[in-house]
């Protein structure tokens, strides 16, 4: 990441690790093209909408998916689909 790219990144006021910053972005508040992010992840073979999904697991198994949903302008039902059929035995209560 240039430092151009660093600095621009520190002036959007989120957390969010997952903002990516290109030479397009840097220089407006559009987001990174689906084409760039496409051509991007052609090296590793994953497509957008795989790491979309991905994440939306990850986050609807560690968090309330009516809070999930909330923050992705999703309907609450949408993030349920997201939900594994597992437990994670270290977010239960000690018996």
């Not at 052609?42 to 991905?54: F, I, N």
């Not at 949903?69 to 949408?78: I, L, Q, S, T």
Request: proline share 7%.
């Amino acid at each position: 990441m240039s430092c151009a790219q660093w600095s621009h990144r520190q002036s959007q006021h989120t957390s969010n690790p997952h903002v990516i910053v290109t030479k397009v972005t840097k220089t407006g508040r559009e987001p990174a093209s689906a084409a760039y992010l496409s051509h991007v992840l052609d090296a590793c073979g994953l497509t957008p909408r795989t790491v979309r999904s991905t994440r939306l697991v990850d986050l609807v198994n560690t968090m309330d998916p009516n809070l999930v949903a909330v923050a992705f302008g999703m309907e609450p039902e949408a993030a349920m689909i997201y939900l594994a059929d597992h437990v994670d035995p270290t977010r239960l209560p000690n018996r």
